[in-house]
């Protein structure tokens, strides 16, 4: 059983996409079985694509989906992940990010949390450029703090899929999570940061 889908869009990313890729080997051998990866090549004109089915390749998992699609942004790119994850949960991580943990630890000890928040740390080589904490946020608050400001990336979140009222705008060409977070308070119903 599928307990968390992985969502990377990827659009010309063949200079990060390997440690995104990489970065997947954090997840322990034996919780491999509960995580989908959904790569989605957004029409790239790199390597991107030959990157993303290579690793499929490697993978040799049913779990490891490639979708190859016309460029349509991060949004649609994200919305074509969203349309065939199977998870429980969802955690998207672009095409530059690296995941630096294995979710599965954080999941084993879910009770009724809606989401998950994470520090992420910005990077320059080996050096911490910063850390940015999550902000803890309440269906009661969430309207107050994401109108002022978005603190979440999309790879800062863990969060139910049961949670998505409706998909990301497509069309947007920035800040399309700002919106897509602002769009599902229900999200942040019982965060843990």
């Not at 949004?75 to 979710?103: H, M, S, T, V, Y």
């Amino acid at each position: 059983m599928i307990s968390l889908s992985i969502i990377i869009p990827a659009y010309n990313a063949a200079k990060t996409l390997p440690r995104t890729l990489a970065s997947l080997s954090r997840i322990a051998t034996e919780d491999r079985a509960a995580v989908e990866v959904i790569a989605i090549n957004d029409g790239s004109t790199d390597e991107s694509p030959s990157l993303l089915h290579q690793a499929k390749s490697d993978a040799n998992s049913p779990a490891f989906h490639v979708l190859d699609q016309t460029n349509g942004g991060a949004a649609k790119a994200r919305n074509a992940g969203l349309a065939i994850a199977q998870g429980e949960w969802i955690f998207f991580l672009d095409a530059d990010d690296e995941l630096n943990f294995n979710p599965l630890t954080i999941l084993r000890t879910a009770r009724d949390e809606t989401c998950f928040g994470f520090t992420l740390e910005y990077r320059r080589g080996d050096r911490v450029l910063s850390r940015v904490k999550p902000r803890s946020i309440t269906r009661e608050g969430w309207a107050e703090a994401l109108t002022a400001k978005n603190y979440f990336q999309p790879s800062s979140l863990l969060f139910r899929k049961r949670c998505i009222e409706e998909p990301f705008r497509e069309g947007i060409a920035c800040v399309e999570d700002w919106l897509f977070w602002m769009c599902i308070p229900g999200i942040f119903e019982r965060m843990r940061a």
